[in-house]
């Protein structure tokens, strides 16, 4: 019985600290708060989850795993969240398939886990690590395809600035409530797809 009572008082602060994190934000959002919303002592809460960002990481776990399983599924398990950088090689027509499954993939997994997906995408350590990702996976797309060395300083300033708009314009597009999941997916396959456009630039004429 002792044990359910826990899973129980667990579900209950997990619950409380997603009203927490939506109310609020995550920077803005307090321990103290979320036990309060759960109907505990802070002490107590403490037991369970060392601090907000490990409360946070059971919460989007659904929609991590969602999203990671598309990426390694595309890419035949050689990219993955679990994993720096990229092994695999694609073509530009064949990275752009790739995008439109991603996109598609994505906003069913939005649609199904939104609420974890908005708080995924909430400013966190979690947002700085996906960003680094995304950093190394650009980094490697970037070296291969123009054959330059992926420890190039310029190559790694280029391929943060990706990762970073990225990231954040996917966040943006997630925003917009009032957009249909069909409207959604077209956007996102778009704004994806966009960025293939730095595979077709002269970076020769630059001589990174």
Not at 186 to 195: E, P
């Amino acid at each position: 019985m002792a044990q359910v009572l826990k899973e129980e008082s667990r579900e209950m602060i997990l619950d409380a600290a997603k009203d927490e994190f939506m109310e609020n934000g995550f920077k803005e959002s307090s321990m103290r708060r979320i036990a309060q919303k759960s109907k505990m002592t802070v002490g107590n809460l403490y037991r369970y989850f060392k601090n907000k960002e490990d409360i946070l990481a059971v919460i989007v776990a659904p929609a991590y795993r969602a999203i990671n399983k598309m990426v390694s599924d595309l890419t035949d398990n050689a990219v993955s969240f679990e994993r720096e950088g990229f092994n695999f090689d694609a073509s530009k027509e064949e990275l752009s398939v790739m995008m439109d499954k991603l996109s598609d993939g994505m906003i069913d997994a939005y649609v199904k886990h939104k609420m974890e997906f908005n708080i995924l995408m909430m400013n966190s350590k979690l947002n700085d690590n996906i960003v680094d990702w995304f950093k190394g996976l650009i980094t490697g797309l970037i070296a291969k395809h123009y054959d330059v060395k992926e420890d190039d300083k310029n190559v790694n300033i280029i391929a943060k600035g990706y990762a970073i708009a990225i990231f954040h314009g996917i966040r943006e597009i997630l925003k917009i409530s009032d957009m249909d999941t069909e409207s959604l997916k077209r956007i996102t396959k778009i704004y994806l797809n966009s960025y293939l456009s730095m595979l077709d630039f002269n970076i020769d004429r630059y001589a990174i």
